[in-house]
């Protein structure tokens, strides 16, 4: 009797091949990947960096409490006093004057710079070159000073002395006018390049594309070019302000009454030196402070166009950690083990 043999198709044959394969490389037992323990690497030299920073910074606390020198019953006695925030309001007043008049001159170097008039760049650019030449303190006392060169200033027929209106120097330009001189000039100075370098950040395509589509000159300018140079004119533009800022206590030299000098006045009364000289260093510190945390939104907010998920904020970057923290307790070995 003949027997006829099926031929396997040839996914039996592999099966039949890799099958006892596969379960002499099954292991015995599966391994719980969920029960090893974890073990996180030992930053040997981060925590003995970070135990040093920890002991000095206790020490230098540890220090603002027990020394005398500093004075902290006289810090708080002067902290909010009359003088003080006179002072503290015309230092405001100054950065603001000054910084105001600083970047719209320099925005209009800037333009200048760029252009393609050969005046125009010439004028802004020895501008700018003069300016960052010559120390701020110089040039303050030279406007202060100014009435030594030039005893009147009037107008009248040019490249004469024959004036129609004229005006004592000394009362025109007053201490307040040399300090906002010589400030907002010499922040124009260094905002041009400020703003020169963001415009150039931007991608010269984008002016050939509003160029191409007819749209005017000046809109390409306020609405095209100025919203992306934002982003990178904005960070040294705080510093600049900020350094504006500390900036006015150069004032002090021709005695207008701002922060520092009232607190060198006080001092120089009572004789304590470092107690005022607290006062005024801890209202710089909050300034800058608020100054700082306006950057932050305000490059939140120009950062829009670049970026798909907007930086977190210091209240959302809190709760996140909060509910990082909160999970972590959630998942603590003690509640596994008590769950077991």
């Known amino acids: ?17 890799e099958g006892p394969l596969r379960q002499a490389q099954r292991p015995a037992t599966t391994v ?9 690497t030992k930053h040997w030299v981060r925590w003995i960096l970070g135990a040093v920073v920890v002991f000095v910074v206790a020490q230098l606390v540890w220090t603002l409490f027990t020394n005398a020198g500093y004075g902290w019953p006289t810090v708080a006695k002067y902290f909010f006093s009359d003088a003080i925030l006179r002072g503290l309001g015309m230092t405001l007043l100054l950065t603001v004057v000054a910084g105001a008049i600083g970047f719209v001159v320099g925005g209009l170097l800037a333009l200048m710079r760029l252009s393609k008039s050969p005046l125009l760049n010439s004028f802004a650019w020895s ?5 960052r030449s010559v120390p701020l303190l110089v040039q303050i006392l030279v406007w202060f000073n100014l009435g030594y060169l030039y005893p009147t200033i009037g107008l009248g027929i040019p490249f004469t002395t024959d004036y129609i209106v004229e005006a004592q120097t000394v009362t025109l330009v007053s201490a307040f006018a040399a300090a906002v001189l010589g400030l907002s000039l010499n922040q124009a100075a260094y905002s041009a390049e400020i703003i020169r370098g ?22 390409r300018i306020t609405r095209i070019i100025l919203p992306q140079a ?10 600049e302000i900020i350094g504006l800022l500390k900036g006015t206590s150069i004032i002090s030299v021709i005695a207008l009454a701002e922060l520092f000098y009232v607190s060198q006045v006080i001092y120089n009364r ?5 107690p005022l000289l607290l006062v005024a260093v801890l209202w710089y510190m909050i300034l800058t402070t608020v100054l700082s945390i306006a950057q932050f939104y305000v490059e939140r907010y120009y950062s829009r166009g670049s970026a798909r998920v ?7 970057r809190a709760k996140a950690w909060i509910a990082v923290q909160w999970n972590r307790l959630d998942d603590s070995p ?3 083990g008590a769950g077991a």
């Open 230 to 239: 934002a982003r990178s004119i904005i960070p040294n533009a705080f510093n």
């Open 1 to 17: 009797m003949t027997q006829i043999r099926t031929v396997p198709e040839p996914a039996t044959v592999r099966e039949l091949v």
């Open 334 to 336: 003690a509640k596994t």
């Open 32 to 40: 719980d990947f969920g029960a090893l323990p974890v073990v996180r």
């Open 127 to 131: 501008f700018i070159w003069f300016f």
């Open 198 to 219: 963001g415009i150039l950040s931007v991608d010269a395509g984008q002016l050939e594309a509003a160029a191409a589509l007819g749209i005017p000159q000046h809109r």
């Open 270 to 274: 009572n004789q304590q030196v470092i």
């Open 310 to 316: 907007l930086p977190p904020t210091p209240i959302q």
